[in-house]
């Protein structure tokens, strides 16, 4: 009886949802609501109950990201529009050296354990975060796509998962709590894992692991990658010539064998990864940077400079960085995706991080067994990584069209 | 005709370098091994009879050049030297697992090609409607997720719940096309989802960039119909790039193939390779990179060829 009364109002939902649509000229939802309900007939056909069931959840799902998105997204132009950034941008060495302060005292913290090591990340953090809100990008934020604002979210939440993991979490990251695959319950929400340790737990640990390894190894690359590239504008000529052939070499060599290849030759360790990710994703900074730099280089103002005498290091700090930060920041962006994925494949493959160390593709591999018995929980760690990457690319899209200025 | 028989020769000279270049890169990078292979191979504990012998089986007491020369011309002949754990010859090992690989990535290819161009080219018609901005965010996800994912997630609901397909693709002797085709259907959709994604937004790209150019507008407002638009001025210009894209994505599916076959347990190369790596088998691992390498570079050229035959503006470079 309730699924005739649940069918009935599917459909009147959406052909009265249509009609409205219709009435006042919205065309695009018109034909995105009629044609849902046209596919609904054919589904409802085939699948059932259940199939309209499941569309009618994932409704509600996106209605649900829509609405946080579009709160987060004026949240954040109200922070924007009091400019709470103000005061951290007007000293450039007062804004650096308090940043520095607080990570040299996170890592103080952690080394003599005062336990507050947390709270010092956050802070140095959310000073990065604050520095860009300004009245200036109130207005852009304002015109954000609602998939932007969902990506900035998401970042943001994992941000703030991966920070205070320790608080978060009910259990330790490696601390065996009951048998192993124990099924779900008031003390673990999702279950134990191959080993009887708490599946809620280790994905909120593997945020501060998986994402920080990644964001460490897209770092390093970036370095890397960056100051060839600045180096081979600014000198151009034989150096420039022989950097360029090095990326050549290194881009025809499939990313995931060249990782594959160093792990085998070094062995499964961490640095060896942040190394083999910054050997293999440097050429395509170096391009980016080479090309955009190259760019600038040729300005006048580069010309005057170089007559007023200022030396290669000045040229790259104070002309052309600042002028090329928008495409670079959108390359970062894109690059920790696939550094992301690179890193996720590894440890799938059981050569990323080490156990005990929470890890979400080492996670999907050891219970990969579950699925076989019709339960998701091991596909949650896979969807936490697909689910950040699809935020960055989301917010990277919007800031890739924002400073093109592309219609299209 | 000449001209293009010496460009294409002078882009196959370069790929023939980089491959030799890229050959030295895999060889000597097992020479910066802290040690050497005798003792990464039998560990610390090996007495130093047992590390000579070894050394010796493996001809480690040459020098490296000559071991590289050796190593090179063994591989023009398909020839990699023996696995040091189970002591069979490489190509053995590899060879069949090759094949099985080429098969799972152009069963994949063949689904994909045709299903991306024409799907890009829909959305590149449409673009700007809800359905184009539909299909944006979700190639987007495609792309974003680990190869992994989706394949589980596919398993999940074709191999658990609906049971439609095997979720392990192991192959036997004897098996007749269709069976393969069959046990074979799941890592081939993963693959087909993920260069779907790839190859629909550059085809879409492509296509978009070239309905602005000022001929095109010319053939519209002369009041031809818009498929003849499309098919007799659009689609000869968009030739070059279309199979441009096709040759990347299929580059791709070359190295996606390695996550795809763990997941599925399939016996290709990539299983070997991942293999070899965790038992640090060497030769195999050598074998495999290289391989992998040569088939990525041999794809790219591929791209860069088609681009110059579909393309005359390559032809006469300024």
């Known amino acids: 009886m309730s699924f005739t009364v649940f069918v009935f109002g599917y459909y009147t939902v959406l052909l009265v949802a249509s009609c409205i649509a219709a009435y006042f000229n919205k065309r695009a939802v018109f034909m995105l609501l009629f044609s849902l309900t046209l596919v609904s007939f054919i589904l409802g056909i085939v699948g059932g109950v259940g199939a309209l069931q499941t569309v009618a959840a994932l409704a509600g799902l996106l209605a649900l990201a829509g609405m946080i998105s579009y709160g987060f997204r004026e949240f954040l132009v109200y922070l924007a529009e009091g400019d709470v950034g103000a005061p951290l941008r007007g000293n450039n060495t007062l804004f650096l050296s308090v940043v520095g302060l607080f990570t040299v005292l996170a890592f103080a913290s952690s080394a003599y354990g005062w336990g507050l090591t947390e709270i010092f990340v956050f802070l140095a953090v959310a000073m990065i975060i604050l520095l860009p809100l300004s009245p200036d990008t109130a207005k852009e934020l304002r015109t954000a796509p609602m998939t ?21 979490a009910p259990h330790g990251e490696a601390e065996v709590i009951s048998s192993a695959f124990a099924p779900r319950g008031e003390d673990m929400l999702l279950g134990a894992d191959q080993l009887g340790r708490d ?24 370095i890397l990658g960056a100051s060839a590239g600045l180096l081979a504008a600014t000198k151009g000529g034989w150096l420039d010539q022989l950097l360029g052939r090095i990326a050549d070499v290194i881009m025809s060599i499939p990313s995931l064998i060249f990782a594959l290849l160093m792990l085998s030759i070094f062995g499964p360790d961490i640095s060896v990864i942040i190394v083999a990710v910054a050997i293999i994703y440097a050429p395509r900074v170096f391009r980016l940077t080479r090309s955009v730099a190259g760019n600038v280089v040729v300005m006048d103002y580069i010309e005057a400079a170089k007559l007023r005498g200022e030396g ?69 760690p896979a969807a936490a990584i697909a689910l950040l990457t699809v935020s960055v690319n989301f917010v990277v899209d919007w800031m890739l069209h924002r400073s093109s200025g592309l219609k299209e | 005709m000449g001209d293009i028989l010496g460009l294409i020769g002078r882009r196959l000279g370069l790929g023939l370098i980089i491959l030799l270049v890229i050959s030295v890169i895999i060889f000597f990078m097992v020479e910066l091994l802290p040690g050497d292979i005798a003792q990464a191979v039998l560990g610390q504990g090996a007495t130093e009879e047992n590390l000579r012998a ?21 591989a023009v002949t398909l020839d990699f030297g023996n696995s040091i754990v189970t002591d069979e010859r490489v190509t053995t090992l590899i060879g069949d697992r090759f094949m099985n690989t080429l098969f799972l990535a152009s069963y994949a290819a063949v689904i994909a090609v045709p299903f991306a161009i024409i799907l ?9 409607s809800i ?16 190869e992994f994912f989706l394949g589980y997630i596919l398993i999940l609901y074709f191999a658990v719940k609906w049971s439609m397909f095997p979720a392990i693709s192991s192959l036997s002797e004897g098996m007749s096309f269709w069976a393969l085709l069959e046990r074979t259907f799941l890592p081939a959709l993963t693959l087909v989802l993920v260069v779907t994604a790839h190859m629909m ?56 193939v390695v996550l795809v076959e763990v997941v599925f347990v399939y016996p290709g190369i990539g299983q070997a390779l991942v293999d070899a790596v965790s038992k640090r088998d060497f030769p195999v691992v050598q074998a495999s990179c290289l391989i992998f390498a040569a088939t990525f570079i041999l794809l790219n050229l591929a791209a860069d060829v088609g681009a110059i035959l579909t393309n005359p503006r390559l032809r006469h470079p300024k």
């Open chain 2, 131 to 146: 359905f184009d901005r539909v299909a944006n965010v979700m190639t987007l996800t495609s792309i974003s997720s680990p």
């Open chain 1, 312 to 380: 290669n290091w000045y040229l790259i700090r104070r002309e052309i960085l600042p002028n090329s930060t928008a495409p670079l920041i959108a390359e970062f962006g894109l690059e920790f995706c696939f550094v992301f994925l690179l890193v996720a494949g590894l440890s799938f493959l059981g050569l990323g991080i080490q156990p005990p160390t929470a890890d979400w593709g080492s996670m999907v591999r050891e219970n990969a067994t579950l699925i076989s018995f019709g339960d998701i929980t091991p596909l949650i």
């Open chain 1, 199 to 222: 599946m809620f737990s280790r994905i909120i640990y593997g945020a501060r692991n998986s994402v920080g390894l990644a964001l460490v190894a897209t770092v390093a690359a970036f």
């Open chain 1, 148 to 168: 932007a604002a969902f990506g900035l979210f998401v970042i943001f939440t994992y941000l703030v998962m991966g920070v205070f993991a320790s608080y978060i």
């Open chain 2, 201 to 256: 937004r550059m085809t879409r790209a492509a296509i978009i960039n070239l309905l602005a150019s000022p001929y095109i507008e010319m053939a519209r407002l002369k009041g031809t119909p818009p498929w003849k638009v499309i098919v007799r001025h659009a689609l000869p210009n968009a030739w070059a790039p279309i199979i441009n894209v096709v040759a990347l994505n299929l580059a791709y599916l070359i190295t996606g």
């Open chain 2, 54 to 74: 070894l050394r010796k089986e493996m001809g480690l007491d040459q020098p490296a050049i000559v071991r590289y020369l050796e190593w090179l011309g063994g």
């Open chain 2, 120 to 128: 890009g080219v829909i959305v590149a018609l449409l673009r700007n």
